[in-house]
C-alpha cells in the first residue's frame, strides 16, 4: 500500500526548530506537489504549506517568515522546516503528495501520511 510517511516530529521549547521530512513508502517516479497539513486538538485539519515540483511555495499567513518547504526532486523527498516555533503550531503534521506516480500503476494518485506530532512546550 501506498502512503507518505513524516517523520521529525517532537518536542521543543517555544522558540526552538524542528525539521519534518516526507517520503513516499515505496519507490515512486515523481511526485508533483507536496503540501504539508496539520491538525490541532479540536480544531479542523488546516494548509501549512505547498511545494509544486517547479519549487513554487506557499504558506498559510500563521507561518509565512518562520516555516520553510522544500522538495528534493531526485530523491522524492520534502521537508518543512520550521523555526521560531509557538505553542500555537502544536498538532499533528500531515504530508500529503499530490500526483504520484508509482511504477506499474497506470493512473495518478494521491496519498496521505499517517502524521508525525509536534509539541511545542516549556
Known amino acids: 500500500q501506498v502512503e507518505m510517511v513524516e517523520s521529525g516530529g517532537g518536542l521543543v521549547q517555544p522558540g526552538g526548530s524542528l525539521r519534518l521530512s516526507c517520503a513516499a513508502s515505496v519507490r515512486v517516479f515523481s511526485i508533483n506537489a507536496m503540501v504539508w497539513y496539520r491538525q490541532a486538538p479540536g480544531k479542523q485539519r488546516e494548509l501549512v504549506a505547498r511545494?509544486?515540483?517547479?519549487?513554487?511555495?506557499t504558506y498559510a499567513d500563521s507561518v509565512k517568515g518562520r516555516f520553510t518547504i522544500s522538495k528534493d526532486n531526485a530523491k522524492n523527498t520534502g521537508y518543512l522546516q520550521m523555526n521560531s516555533l509557538k505553542p500555537e503550531d502544536t498538532g499533528v503534521y500531515y504530508c500529503?503528495?499530490?500526483?504520484?506516480?508509482?511504477?506499474?500503476?497506470?493512473?495518478?494518485?494521491?496519498?496521505w501520511g499517517q502524521g508525525t506530532q509536534v509539541t511545542v512546550s516549556s
Open positions: 500529503y503528495g499530490e500526483n504520484v506516480v508509482v511504477p506499474g500503476m497506470i493512473a495518478e494518485y494521491d496519498y
Open positions: 511545494i509544486t515540483s517547479g519549487g513554487d511555495a
